[in-house]
C-alpha cells in the first residue's frame, strides 16, 4: 500500500470517522488519495454491497439512505441515511471513480431488522410507527459512534460520551465546539493524511480500556462480524485494505481474536428475510435525534463546510444575504462585510482558529437582524438546517407499487419535495384531477404525502386545496402498501375492500364510500356498497343512521363533477333518510342535556344532507319530495312537548329558514316558549337551539323576536338565573363580536324603539325608513383616504 511510508504501519488502515463529519469526511478522501488501497471496506449493511455501483449514477444525488425492510413485514425497516458530506459516502465515491472494489462490512441486515423483531416490547417507535432497529450509522451529538447507540437499548444511558471526555479533558465544556475546533476547522495536512486517524485511534483506545463498551453486547457482535469480513478481505487483498466506520470501533478492529471466537459471537442470530434499496432523504431529517433521524443540529452548515472549505464564513453570510433579500429584508454588501468581520473578532475573542455556526450566528443576528431572533429562524429553517431532498435514480430496486407512483408522479408533473407547499387543483382540468385522484388514493393506503385543507376563496365542489411534502419514511408506507397490489389504483381497491369488512361503524363505511368515490375506485365501490346496504339494514340506532348519512349524500355530488355514476349510492342514501324520518321523533324524547345537544347537531346535519339529497335525487325516482317529509318531521320536533327545549328551538329555527313558518308564527311560538308557565331551563334551552350557531343576525333584524327574549330575561327569578346564565351565555358567545355589539345598543335604548332617523318600514323590522345621512358622512374621511381624493373630488365621484 502506497500510505506505509507514510506514518502508519502494517495491516488495514483503518479509518475511524464520525459519521456525518464534514472534516472526517475530507480527511478520509485525502487518506485514501494518500494510500491508494486496493478494495474499501464500509461500516453498513452487506446485503447493499451490489447497491453501491448506483452511487456513481448521474441521478443519484444525496442526502439519500440505504432502506432495509423485512420482506414478510415491510414496516420493520431500517435505514442507513447518508449526506454529501458523509465519510462513508465519500469512500464510495472515492472507490467509484478510481476502479476500486467497495463492499459494506457491518452486521447484514436481516440480523439487525430481527433484533429489532425480538425487542419488540422495549423497542422505541420511529416517526411513522415502524420498529426502529438500532440505525449503524446515526450519528448522535453525545457520541463520537453513533452508530453504537441503540435508541431500543435500555443500557444506552450508562455508555460514557466519549466526546465529552475528551472536549472535558482539552478544557471545553462544550463537545460539539471542540470538535468543530479540533476536526472541522482543520486542514488536511499534505504530509501526513493519517496522523487525525491515528490520534482519534488512540484516544477511543484509552476511553475503551477505562470506560469498556458499557454493556452493549450488539457492539461486540457488530465487531466480530466486521472483523471476520476484514480478515476475508486480507487474505483476497493483502494489507492493501482501508476501512471506513466509527472512530469508536476501531481499537476493536485492531485487537487481536481468534477467527473461532468471532464466530461463537454470530452463532444463532435471530433472521428475517430482507431486501434494500436506495431511497432519498431530506436535511431536515438528519437533523432529528429521534426515530429515523442522525441527530445533527445543522445539516446545512455541515454540508456548507464541505463544500466550501475555501474562505467559508464569507461563503456563508453571501447565502444568509441571498435569503434576505428574497424575503425582501434589505441587506446590502455592506452587512455581509460586517457581518464576516464581527464573526473572526468573536472566534479570536472565544479563543477559536475559525470562526463556527455560533459565531456566524451571532454574527447575523447583530448586523443583518437588528437584534432579533425572528428572522434569524428563517436562517435556521433554510440554511442551518435545509429541506434539501435527495434524488435516487430510476434504476434502484423498488417494489412494483413504487415504481407504479414514480410513473404517476411524473405523468402528473407532481415531483416529491420536501418543502411543504400548498396546491390548488382545479378539477374541471384533467391533470388537476388526474392529481386529486392520485393523493386520494394514496391517502386510503396511508401514504399521507398530501393533507387536504379547506379551500381560499371557493366552496365549490370542482375545487381542492392541498398541503404536500414528501417525507422519507413515506419509502416505507410505500413498500407496506405493497401487498394491496402492485399499481397504486389495483393497491387503493383492495386495501378499500378490506377496510370496508373490517370497519366497525356505519359513518366508518360511508365515510370510506366519500372515500373511494373522490379516488375513483369503481371497482371497490360494489363491496363498499354492499356492507354499506347490510349495515343499514341492521343499524337500529337513529344516532348511528344521522351520523352516516351526510358522508353518504356529501358523495353523490362528485358524479356531477369527476362523472361518477352514483345511482346506487342514492338509493342507499334515500332509504337511510327515510329510516332517519321515522325513527327521529321518538329517539329525541326523554334525552338528557348532553344527549340533547347531541341529537341536535345530528338534526342540523341531517337538514344539510337532505337539502344536497333533494337537489341530487331524480324527480322520478320518488325521492324528490324528500324534503317536504323532513319539513312535516320538523313541525313534529317543534310541537311535541316531550322533546327537549334545545331541539324543538332548533327545528322552529329550520322551518323559518326554509320559509316553511313566517316571522309572525315564529314569534308567536317564542313567546309561547317564554311564558311565564315555562320552567327558565326549558326556555332556555329553547332559546340556544333557536338562536345558536349564528341565530344573533335573526335577532339584529327581527326586533320583535328580540323583544321577547330580552321581556322573557327580565321576568327570570333570581333564583333561577343562575341556571340559564350558562346557557345563555354559550348561546350568545359564539356570536360574532360586531353581532353582540349590535345587539348591546339594541337592547340598550330598548328593542322595538326607534330614534326619530332610524324609523321602521314595516314588514323590515329593524331598518329605518330613509337612509340615514349623518351615518354616512361618518365614512366620508375613509373613503377619502382610500380613493386619494380631496373633498371637491369626491363629490364629483359621488355625483
Not at 506514518?7 to 488502515?13: I, N, Q, T
Not at 420482506?71 to 420493520?76: A, H, Y
Not at 408522479?409 to 388526474?434: C, F, H, T, Y
Request: proline letters at 8%.
Amino acid at each position: 500500500m502506497a500510505g506505509t511510508e507514510g506514518g502508519r504501519g502494517a495491516g488495514p488502515l483503518l479509518l475511524g470517522v464520525r459519521h456525518h463529519g464534514p472534516g472526517s469526511a475530507r480527511a478520509v478522501r485525502a487518506a485514501l488519495a494518500a494510500a491508494r488501497p486496493r478494495v474499501v471496506l464500509i461500516e453498513g449493511p452487506p446485503e447493499a454491497d451490489a447497491l453501491i455501483p448506483l452511487a456513481a449514477d448521474e441521478g443519484m444525488r444525496p442526502p439519500v439512505a440505504l432502506l432495509a425492510h423485512a420482506v414478510d413485514e415491510p414496516g420493520r425497516s431500517a435505514f442507513w441515511p447518508l449526506a454529501e458530506f458523509s465519510p462513508e459516502w465519500v469512500a464510495i465515491r472515492w472507490a467509484l471513480e478510481h476502479g476500486v472494489p467497495a463492499r459494506f462490512i457491518d452486521l447484514p441486515a436481516t440480523h439487525t431488522l430481527a433484533w429489532g423483531k425480538d425487542d419488540k416490547a422495549d423497542a422505541e417507535d420511529g416517526p411513522t410507527g415502524e420498529e426502529q432497529p438500532p440505525d449503524p450509522t446515526a450519528p448522535d451529538p453525545a457520541a463520537s459512534d453513533p452508530a453504537a447507540q441503540e435508541p431500543s437499548d435500555p443500557d444506552v444511558d450508562i455508555r460514557v460520551d466519549p466526546l465529552a471526555v475528551l472536549a472535558e479533558a482539552a478544557g471545553y465544556d462544550d463537545p460539539e465546539r471542540w470538535w468543530e475546533d479540533v476536526v472541522e476547522h482543520r486542514g488536511v495536512g499534505e504530509q501526513d493524511a493519517f496522523a487525525p486517524f491515528t490520534a482519534l485511534e488512540e484516544a477511543m483506545g484509552a476511553l475503551r480500556e477505562t470506560y469498556g463498551v458499557g454493556g452493549h453486547d450488539r457492539d461486540l457482535v457488530r465487531e466480530a462480524y466486521m472483523r471476520l469480513q476484514v480478515r476475508a478481505a486480507q487474505r483476497e487483498f493483502g494489507d492493501d485494505v482501508a476501512v471506513v466506520c466509527g472512530a469508536w470501533h476501531v481499537p476493536a478492529l485492531r485487537r487481536k481474536a481468534s477467527v473461532a471466537a468471532d464466530r461463537a459471537l454470530l452463532k444463532g442470530l435471530p433472521k428475517v428475510k430482507a431486501d434494500l434499496t436506495w431511497v432519498p432523504w431530506t436535511h431536515r431529517r438528519l437533523s432529528r435525534a429521534s426515530g429515523y433521524g442522525a441527530g445533527i443540529d445543522s445539516p446545512g452548515w455541515y454540508g456548507h463546510l464541505f463544500g466550501a472549505p475555501d474562505r467559508p464564513v464569507e461563503r456563508w453570510m453571501t447565502k444568509v444575504a441571498g435569503l434576505f433579500r428574497e424575503e425582501d429584508r434589505i441587506v446590502s454588501s455592506a452587512h455581509v462585510i460586517e457581518a464576516v468581520r464581527l464573526a473572526e473578532t468573536l472566534a479570536v475573542m472565544r479563543g477559536r482558529p475559525l470562526p463556527g455556526l455560533g459565531e456566524t450566528t451571532d454574527a447575523v443576528r447583530a448586523v443583518m437582524c437588528e437584534g432579533s431572533d425572528v428572522p434569524l429562524s428563517l436562517v435556521r429553517d433554510r440554511l442551518v438546517v435545509g429541506d434539501v431532498l435527495g434524488e435516487v435514480p430510476p434504476g434502484a430496486p423498488a417494489v412494483p407499487l413504487q415504481r407504479d407512483l414514480d410513473r404517476a408522479q411524473r405523468r402528473l408533473r407532481m415531483k416529491p419535495e420536501a418543502l411543504e407547499r400548498e396546491v390548488e387543483l382545479d378539477l374541471r382540468k384533467e391533470i388537476d384531477a388526474g392529481r386529486s385522484t392520485l393523493l386520494h388514493r394514496l391517502r386510503l393506503l396511508r401514504i399521507e404525502w398530501g393533507e387536504p385543507t379547506a379551500s381560499r376563496g371557493s366552496t365549490g365542489t370542482f375545487r381542492e386545496t392541498w398541503r404536500l411534502r414528501w417525507e422519507p419514511e413515506l419509502a416505507v408506507r410505500v413498500a407496506e402498501a405493497g401487498v394491496w397490489g402492485t399499481t397504486v389504483p389495483a393497491a387503493a381497491t383492495a386495501k378499500a375492500e378490506a377496510d370496508a369488512v373490517g370497519a366497525e361503524s356505519l359513518a366508518d363505511v360511508t365515510a370510506l364510500a366519500e372515500r373511494c368515490l373522490l379516488a375513483e375506485l369503481p371497482d371497490a365501490l360494489p363491496v363498499v356498497m354492499k356492507v354499506l346496504a347490510d349495515r343499514a339494514a341492521l343499524d337500529t340506532d337513529v344516532g348511528h343512521l344521522a351520523q352516516a348519512l351526510p358522508a353518504l349524500v356529501r358523495s353523490l355530488r362528485y358524479g356531477d363533477v369527476r362523472g361518477t355514476d352514483t345511482g346506487a349510492l342514492t338509493e342507499v342514501a334515500a332509504g337511510l333518510a327515510e329510516r332517519v324520518f321515522v325513527g327521529l321523533p321518538p329517539a329525541c324524547a326523554a334525552l338528557d342535556g348532553d344527549a340533547a345537544e347531541e341529537m341536535r347537531r345530528h338534526v342540523d346535519a341531517v337538514h344539510g344532507a337532505v337539502g344536497l339529497l333533494g337537489d341530487a335525487g331524480d324527480p322520478g325516482s320518488g325521492h324528490g319530495d324528500l324534503r317536504a317529509r323532513w319539513r312535516a318531521v320538523l313541525r313534529t320536533l317543534s310541537a311535541r312537548d316531550t322533546v327537549p327545549g334545545v331541539i324543538r328551538g332548533r327545528a322552529v329555527r329550520l322551518l323559518l329558514d326554509e320559509g316553511e313558518l313566517g316571522p309572525d308564527e315564529a314569534a308567536r311560538l317564542m313567546g309561547l316558549v317564554l311564558s311565564p308557565g315555562t320552567p327558565p331551563a326549558d326556555a332556555a334551552a329553547w332559546i340556544e337551539g333557536f338562536v345558536g350557531g349564528g341565530g344573533g343576525l335573526l335577532l339584529v333584524h327581527d326586533e320583535r323576536l328580540l323583544g321577547l327574549v330580552d321581556e322573557w330575561l327580565t321576568r327570570v327569578p333570581a333564583e333561577a338565573f343562575t341556571d340559564v346564565l350558562p346557557l345563555l351565555r354559550r348561546t350568545f358567545s359564539s356570536y360574532e363580536p360586531g353581532v353582540r355589539r349590535t345587539l348591546g345598543e339594541l337592547v340598550r335604548r330598548g328593542p322595538g324603539k326607534q330614534t326619530g332617523t332610524t324609523t321602521a318600514v314595516a314588514g323590515i323590522p329593524g331598518f329605518g325608513a330613509e337612509p340615514d345621512a349623518g351615518r354616512a358622512d361618518a365614512v366620508v374621511p375613509v373613503l377619502r383616504l382610500l380613493l386619494g381624493l380631496d373633498d371637491n373630488e369626491l363629490v364629483e365621484a359621488a355625483g
